[in-house]
Structure formats: C-alpha cells, structure tokens
C-alpha cells in the first residue's frame, strides 16, 4: 500500500459524459501528479501540481482539467469523453517537486467509455 | 524528443535463472533514471533510482540496474527470478529542469515478464 488512494477503482460510462476522478496523496506530499496508461499510448504524463499550483503539464487534452485544493486532493476531470479515454488514471505523489523526488503511485481508477 | 526505449515487449525466464531487462534514453544529458514494476490490477511501485555517483545501484527484491552513459542505457537486473518477480516493468527518466520544480516522468512501453515453474 503506497498510501496513495484513488477513487473511485472502476468507472463505466458513456461519450459525451463527464466524470471526475479523486486522489488523495501520501500523509506529507505536496506534489500530485496525473498518469494515463493506455494499451496504444503506454504510460503517459499528463498534469503535475505542487500545493495547489500547477507545475507542469504533458500530453493532456483540452478536454481535461485538474486541480489541488487546498486540502491537497486532487481532482482530474474528464469531459466531452471519447471511447479514445478508456484507460488506466494513475494518480502519485512525492512530498516535494523536483525531478528527483520519489513518486508514490496509487492503485488507479480504470475508466471504460462504452 | 526525451524518449525511453525497452525493446523487449515480453520476457519469458524460468524460475532460478538470472534475467536482464533493456532499457535505453535518448536525452541531452544524464537524466535522473528510475525502473518501477506493475503487478496485476497494482499501481507502479519503485524498485531503483539513480542521479549520480556509482553507476550499478541496488533496489529493492533483490534487483539492481547499471547506468552505462556511453549506450545511454540502464538495464535491470536480477540473479535469480522468483515466480513473484512475474511483472510489468517498466523504464523511466524524469528530465533535469534547472530549478527543480517539476517532476514528471517519462516512460518507457513496458516489459512483462513471465516466470516459467
């Protein structure tokens, strides 16, 4: 258990939709960090934040958006969803942002778009 | 473009045999270099990192990895697989950013691994 949880653990919904994805990080860490594993794009980075402001930002769609409240949770949030979205979301943490901070990876929300 | 290359998809070694896993970067300069490993239905979980100093590190469940600048590679190794070693692994950097601010990975395709009794 890495201490990072994710909720909820499978989602299954339609295109067109909405959904909202939930990550609470490790006891201490300020980073969070978004990840999308899909069998054709493999693991990919998608936004970073650091207590409450964004960090960096990878391959995430328009369509996506994210916040860290101040609470430090975060919230990844997908819309006008595609069958393309169906994918593993990862969610990790590290207590600081630095490329050298060790990431702590959560058990990931599947989301099938059907 | 930063990429992570593990050329082998799937990797079949039986139970007791050592087992090498390839992993090579293409980066301007030394990267920080971690492996993680995915069991089934599990997030990633760390293995080892390396930023600088000795080139072979030790992780945990009893791999280590060698930082080879000139091949830009850093493979994972193993003398003796468990049937629990049964995986997907997988390569990563996270590029140097000057400031340290940001912290994302890149990762490489993935390698499983299967352990034959």
């Known amino acids: 258990d890495s201490g990072v949880t994710q909720t909820p653990k499978h989602l299954i919904t339609a295109t067109g939709q909405r959904v909202t994805l939930r990550c609470s990080p490790r006891s201490g860490d300020l980073s969070v960090y978004w990840y999308q594993q899909s069998l054709d794009q493999g693991l990919q980075f998608l936004i970073q934040?650091?207590?409450?402001?964004?960090?960096a930002k990878g391959n995430i769609l328009e369509r996506f958006s994210a916040q860290q409240f101040p609470d430090l949770h975060s919230e990844l949030n997908l819309s006008s969803l595609e069958l393309g979205d169906s994918a593993l979301y990862f969610c990790?943490?590290?207590?600081?942002?630095?490329?050298?901070?060790?990431?702590?990876f959560g058990p990931g929300t599947r989301l099938t778009v059907t | 473009a930063q990429s992570v290359t593990q050329p082998d998809i799937h990797i079949t070694v039986s139970e007791g045999a050592s087992l090498e896993l390839r992993c090579n970067y293409s980066y301007g300069a030394t990267p920080y270099l971690f492996w993680y490993v995915q069991s089934p239905g599990q997030g990633l979980q760390l293995l080892l990192k390396?930023?600088?100093?000795?080139?072979l590190v030790q992780g945990i469940k009893g791999f280590e990895a060698e930082f080879k600048r000139s091949q830009s590679s850093f493979n994972l190794r193993k003398p003796s697989v468990h049937w629990s070693d049964a995986a997907e692994y997988f390569c990563a950097v996270a590029p140097i950013n000057y400031g340290g601010s940001q912290g994302n990975l890149i990762f490489g395709k993935g390698t499983k691994l299967s352990v034959k009794p």
């Open positions: 990790a943490s590290s207590v600081a942002p630095g490329q050298g901070d060790e990431q702590y």
């Open positions: 934040y650091y207590n409450g402001e964004e960090r």
């Open positions: 390396y930023f600088s100093g000795d080139t």
